[in-house]
């Protein structure tokens, strides 16, 4: 029996409209920002994506096989021993993309002559993950991301918030966007006493919301914290309060930290432009928030949905050293993804969906022959022209099949042309839905729908 693999999902015509309207007003507001589209392949080196996405994402990348006899070089000794992370190495030269966001890195630098910068590019594409399949959780998935490379302003920062908030309104999700700054995390970790387990702890308490509290306290003996440096993280990741109020707790907390206290002025500065900029949707600065990836240094954001439980629908940061491990040193950027699969669920399940943007064929001209077929050719052509999404129905079928067809595609008007209609230059018009009939010449038909 026929299946696909576990974690990827097949799309019919009208989860197409759907995912389209997602992807093309994702598109426009990038447009209306100054990105500039680009695309990369599928598949990248594994020198390009080792080590970029910290031990647990290299865990989860899809790795391929080398090309011809891919054992021709692997002894049966190694074979033995079973060392798959060896084996692996050996065997495979290439793998598919974890995210965009490397891949772009190793775009600007192999055409960083080309570039103009600040380069401001965003991508549509799908990524791969070994992960578990889950509800909101798929191997294979979309994403929409844009990255400024280049600029060490905050603006880029808050520009990006301000791309958040109109793609959302424009989809009517009221969501809540979450900021944090990866240097203030660097100075907690400072504050405890555990600043060599900087990693450690981003990890574990970025999965506070799957896991809880305990949990996360447990992963963090495990990494090697004391119970002391624990127990001073407590009051720190469950604070509460305005942002303002928060902003001014954490900066009293990381007094002999400067390079916290760098954090929490980013951080205070991105926050307060944005009360500037007429937002839709609430910023708040969430302290737990981590992000695992190893590749930020500064801002970090995350987005969930307020009317439906699901994961992050949007996230992104400042990476500042990315473009550094492929040669190019000392260019700053920042960056966003919109996850477009749980954008898609998220839509689904609020039905928020505009009619128009998943509407199919409105007209459906019958066919009765060769001699009507002639006839109504040119009609049909000038209802595209006019914007009318037209078919006409391929074969001289009995009339039952064709309105049978229309009907099972939801057409809402079907066109009928016979020896009258041809007399006298015009169409038959039925509203599939009343079952009324109008007598029309093609241009009052046009007019009509």
């Not at 109109?166 to 009221?174: A, K, N, S, Y």
Request: charged share 25%.
């Amino acid at each position: 029996m026929a299946s696909i693999p576990k974690g990827t999902r097949d799309f019919s015509p009208e989860e197409m409209a759907k995912r389209n309207y997602i992807f093309n007003t994702i598109r426009e507001v990038y447009s209306l920002y100054g990105y500039q589209q680009i695309e990369t392949p599928s598949m990248e080196t594994l020198q390009t994506l080792m080590g970029k996405y910290g031990e647990e994402g290299d865990k989860l990348l899809f790795k391929i096989l080398n090309s011809g006899d891919f054992l021709a070089k692997v002894s049966d000794d190694e074979l033995k021993e079973k060392n798959i992370p060896h084996l692996a190495a050996r065997l495979c030269e290439k793998g598919l993309r974890y995210d965009l966001t490397v891949p772009f890195a190793r775009y600007v630098v192999m055409h960083r002559n080309d570039l103009q910068m600040p380069f401001k590019r965003y991508q549509i594409q799908p990524v791969w993950r070994a992960d578990r399949p889950q509800k909101g959780r798929y191997r294979e998935f979309y994403q929409c991301d844009a990255d400024v490379v280049g600029s060490d302003s905050l603006m880029n920062e808050v520009e990006l918030m301000q791309i958040i908030d109109d793609v959302f309104t424009r989809f009517g999700i009221r969501v809540q966007i979450k900021i944090n700054n990866r240097k203030i995390l660097t100075g907690i970790a400072e504050a405890i006493g555990e600043a060599e387990k900087i990693v450690d702890i981003t990890v574990a308490i970025d999965k506070l919301d799957k896991i809880g509290i305990d949990n996360v306290n447990e992963e963090l003996r495990k990494a090697g914290l004391s119970e002391a440096s624990i127990e001073r993280l407590q009051p720190i990741v469950s604070l509460s309060g305005t942002n303002e109020e928060k902003l001014n707790t954490i900066s009293n907390v990381l007094q002999q930290s400067e390079t916290g206290l760098k954090g929490v002025e980013e951080t205070r500065f991105i926050i307060n432009t944005l009360k500037g900029c007429d937002l839709k949707n609430e910023v708040e600065l969430d302290l737990t928030l981590a992000r695992g990836l190893n590749y930020y240094t500064g801002a970090i954001f995350e987005v969930k949905a307020l009317d439906t439980p699901m994961g992050s629908i949007t996230g992104g940061g400042r990476y500042d050293n990315l473009t550094g491990i492929f040669g190019m040193p000392g260019l700053s950027g920042v960056g966003i993804s919109f996850g477009a699969d749980r954008i898609f669920d998220v839509l689904n399940t609020l039905n928020l969906y505009p009619k128009e943007a998943v509407a199919d064929s409105q007209l459906l001209f019958i066919n009765f022959g060769e001699r009507e077929m002639a006839y109504i050719l040119p009609i049909a052509n000038k209802c595209r022209k006019a914007g009318i999404r037209t078919e006409i129905y391929p074969d001289a079928a009995k009339m039952k099949k064709q309105m049978s067809y229309a009907n099972g595609r939801n057409i809402p008007f079907v066109v009928l042309a016979g020896d009258n209609e041809m007399a006298e230059g015009k169409i038959t018009l039925k509203n599939m839905a009343t079952g009324e009939q109008k007598l029309l010449t093609p241009e009052e038909l046009i007019k009509e729908i």
